[in-house]
């Protein structure tokens, strides 16, 4: 099993310049999540899909859109870059089975440099 | 509203050294605690967790006790390797609105 995987691994973008970020998980989930992450900050929810074909958005959505596009791939579109979309973002899945909190599995990563 | 504070870093210790990480939470009702960690140029992966008030969680070492009475859990290991360097994140997770919130992140860097 590859677990969650994410494309591509690295990018950078002109300001005003879109992009969509690839998520896949071959675990069988049913949640999924994306979030950046930014030095100090800990990381911090852009969406989350709660199942297949819900979507939610987290703690910092603007700028940004998400498809849940079956149970396997979640993906995370940026209609017009900004510089402050410049981070790190984390694709994560979980089963979702439980109301106590299950283990959130994550990608490896895709950095974003919006100049 | 729910959140997690974590001590600041960078810590830097010895090899073999005692590691105390402090985590400390504000949340309505009972939420589950974690601890994941982030090796270098790699993804959070869950170290441990508690689900319910004196639960310990144990994993390579590292233990976290959650106790309600102090809203804490800190994270600790008797004698720390290189090979433990890296950033580990406390984070708990609530019922309502089914999501984890992620403490800032404490780095670790162990010397030989």
């Known amino acids: 099993n590859a677990g969650v995987t994410q494309t591509p691994k690295f990018q950078v973008l002109k300001t005003g310049q879109s992009m969509t970020l690839q998520c896949a998980q071959d675990m069988n989930h049913n949640s999924m999540y994306w979030y950046r992450q930014d030095p100090g900050m800990g990381l911090r929810l852009i969406y989350y899909?709660?199942?297949?074909?819900?979507?939610d958005k987290g703690e910092v959505p603007n700028g940004y859109n998400v498809s849940r596009l079956n149970k396997r791939e979640f993906s995370l579109r940026l209609e017009s870059a900004a510089p402050s979309q410049t981070s790190v973002y984390f694709c994560?899945?979980?089963?979702?089975?439980?109301?106590?909190?299950?283990?959130?599995?994550f990608g490896p990563g895709t950095r974003l440099l919006v100049l | 509203g729910n959140s997690v504070t974590q001590m600041e870093g960078p810590v830097t210790l010895s090899e073999e050294a005692f590691l105390t990480i402090n985590c400390t939470y504000t949340a309505t009702g009972y939420p589950s605690l974690f601890w994941y960690v982030q090796y270098p140029g790699e993804g959070l992966q869950l170290l441990l967790k508690a689900t319910k008030a004196d639960d310990k969680g144990s994993n390579k070492g590292f233990e976290a006790t959650y106790r309600k009475e102090t809203t804490s859990f800190h994270l600790e290991k008797g004698s720390v390797q290189v090979s433990d360097s890296a950033v580990y994140f406390c984070?708990?997770?609530?019922?309502?609105?089914?999501?984890?919130?992620f403490g800032q992140g404490t780095e670790l860097s162990v010397k030989p």
């Open positions: 994560a899945s979980t089963a979702g089975t439980s109301g106590r909190g299950e283990t959130q599995y």
């Open positions: 984070a708990l997770f609530y019922n309502q609105g089914g999501k984890l919130i």
């Open positions: 899909s709660a199942s297949e074909g819900t979507t």
